[in-house]
């Protein structure tokens, strides 16, 4: 099946620092990315839609400038939380789909930790 | 305003027994459903997508029905066993007006006990 991985699977930075996250396809291209982010107990919110050589498309309410998306290949995606601080403390995992209407495949998530 | 619910408290049954989890949406108009696995700490795995016009659709132990009319769907695991301890969470694909964005229920745990 469809493999996508993440890194790093945890990180730990100092708040105001700025931390990127890795999305990869690893068997197939994406033409589609998405990452979210997960609260405990909570379910999946959807930060952003990316599309390989254009701009993602920000969920409303998710600021553009703090979550940085890059999708510069189809196999590669990549989340930079800028200027990190404790609230930005959260489970990010990214998924990749062939198109719609197909299912979505899941890295493993990253654990951010904002001190 | 837009909703999507499931089972809202933790589902515990004996192993062997059929776990039935509920999904229930308003204001939506989903051109698929999909449900996946959450294990803690991990991202969810996809188990099986239904269309807006199929009324069940199995997958080995697995059942997916999808009642556009009552704007619900049930998810059932027949002889379940402890390993299929985890979370489950429904997802509606919109496709026709978000390219194929989900937007997740919150889940259900469900524990099955040996």
């Known amino acids: 099946g469809a493999v996508v991985s993440q890194h790093p699977s945890w990180v730990i930075c100092k708040s105001g620092t700025s931390v990127k996250i890795e999305c990869r396809s690893l068997?197939?291209?994406?033409?589609?990315m998405f990452w979210y982010r997960q609260f405990p107990k909570q379910s999946l919110m959807l930060m952003a839609t990316?599309?390989?050589?254009?701009?993602?498309?920000?969920e409303q309410g998710v600021e553009k400038d703090k979550f940085l998306i890059n999708h510069a290949s189809l196999t590669l995606s990549t989340l930079t939380v800028t200027s990190a601080h404790p609230e930005d403390s959260s489970f990010y995992i990214c998924?990749?789909?062939?198109?719609?209407?197909?299912?979505?495949?899941f890295g493993p998530g990253t654990r951010l930790t904002v001190t | 305003s837009q909703k999507i619910e499931q089972n809202s408290e933790a589902l515990n049954i004996q192993e062997g027994k059929t776990a039935t989890l509920t999904c229930n949406y308003t204001?939506?108009?989903?051109?698929?459903l999909q449900w996946y696995r959450q294990d803690p700490g991990r991202g969810p795995v996809f188990l099986l997508l239904?269309?807006?016009?199929?009324k069940e659709k199995r997958k080995e132990r697995l059942k997916v029905t999808f009642d556009t009319t009552l704007k619900q769907s049930l998810f059932h695991i027949t002889a379940s066993q402890p390993a299929d301890s985890a979370t489950y969470l429904c997802?509606?694909?919109?496709?026709?007006?978000?390219?194929?964005?989900?937007?997740f229920g919150q889940g259900t745990e469900l524990s099955v006990k040996p």
């Open positions: 990316s599309n390989e050589g254009s701009k993602a498309t920000y």
């Open positions: 239904i269309r807006e016009n199929e």
């Open positions: 998924s990749a789909s062939l198109g719609a209407p197909y299912e979505q495949y």
């Open positions: 068997d197939f291209q994406a033409t589609t």
């Open positions: 204001n939506y108009s989903p051109a698929y």
């Open positions: 997802a509606l694909d919109l496709l026709y007006n978000q390219g194929g964005k989900l937007i």
